[in-house]
């Protein structure tokens, strides 16, 4: 795998189309949330930023995608990942490649991310 990538689409041609648009869609989910969002890549992987802090940064592996909404979003959203059977740990929830991606829930996580940033300003 390539060590740096500039930009998500770089990023993306690394994977076989399906994932490429698995990573899309959540792409633009993400996106639909906040209008002032801003692409970059943090720790070689797909992120955003909002008002200048990480938002979330999500990943392709081999079976699922990694989704990184920083520690308080797992802990606020804990409950959800239990119910729904998703794999988490302090940092991460993994939302499996074979499944389709759980729109509804990443975006109540962005606007809890939105929400945490904002109060901290």
Do not use: C, W
């Not at 797992?74 to 074979?98: M, T, W």
Request: charged content about 25%; overall charge neutral; glycine content about 4%.
């Amino acid at each position: 795998m390539k060590d740096t990538f500039t930009n998500f689409n770089e990023y993306f041609l690394l994977f076989p189309e399906e994932v490429q648009l698995k990573m899309e869609i959540l792409r633009k989910a993400i996106h639909s949330q906040n209008p002032n969002l801003e692409e970059y890549i943090g720790y070689q992987m797909p992120a955003f930023k909002y008002k200048e802090q990480p938002l979330v940064y999500f990943a392709a592996y081999k079976n699922h995608i990694g989704f990184y909404p920083l520690p308080g979003a797992i802990v606020h959203f804990e409950n959800d990942f239990i119910e729904r059977k998703f794999k988490y740990s302090k940092g991460a929830v993994q939302f499996p490649l074979k499944e389709d991606l759980p729109l509804d829930l990443i975006e109540k996580i962005v606007l809890f991310r939105i929400s945490e940033i904002d109060k901290s300003k």
